[in-house]
């Protein structure tokens, strides 16, 4: 098990704004910026980066068929590599209640918060919207300054 301690140290510095890269079908790399945390496995309880992506988007397309992936954590010139797995968790993968804490507890990892949870849980069900669980495999960095 990785700890992600640092992880969760680093991607809070900033807002929890982080890079996932994903690999496309002809092994070229797709990069998007996302807010990423770290929370407990809602199965496993081990410790995984999480993040919430819309329903449509290439990078689940892309997570879907490959589930390599890696999330770039930074605060100014310090950053922080994870790489891993993902899991997709979305619209017909659980059931819908399920999905709808799933999603919040994903959202509040990542530092997000909320006035209306109605509001919130109205949206990503109609996004279409997955939370995506990353295992980690590898964590690298550089050096602290």
Not at 35 to 40: L, R, S
Not at 58 to 74: C, E, F, G, I, Y
Not at 105 to 127: C, I, K, L, P, S
Request: aromatic share 4%; with cysteine.
């Amino acid at each position: 098990m990785t700890d992600l301690s640092a992880f969760a140290e680093l991607s809070a510095r900033d807002h929890g704004l982080c890079v996932l890269n994903t690999l496309r079908g002809d092994g070229s790399i797709q990069s998007s910026v996302v807010n990423a945390g770290v929370m407990p496995h809602p199965k496993t309880g081990a410790p995984v980066v999480a993040l919430v992506a819309i329903g449509a988007t290439r990078k689940l397309r892309n997570l879907r068929a490959d589930p390599r992936t890696s999330v770039v954590a930074h605060a100014g010139w310090q950053w922080l590599t994870v790489e891993g797995t993902a899991e997709v968790v979305g619209p017909g993968d659980i059931d819908p209640e399920t999905l709808r804490v799933l999603l919040r507890n994903v959202f509040t990892a990542a530092g997000g918060t909320h006035d209306d949870w109605d509001t919130y849980d109205r949206v990503m069900r109609d996004e279409g919207r997955a939370a995506v669980l990353i295992t980690p495999t590898r964590m690298y960095s550089n050096p602290a300054r």
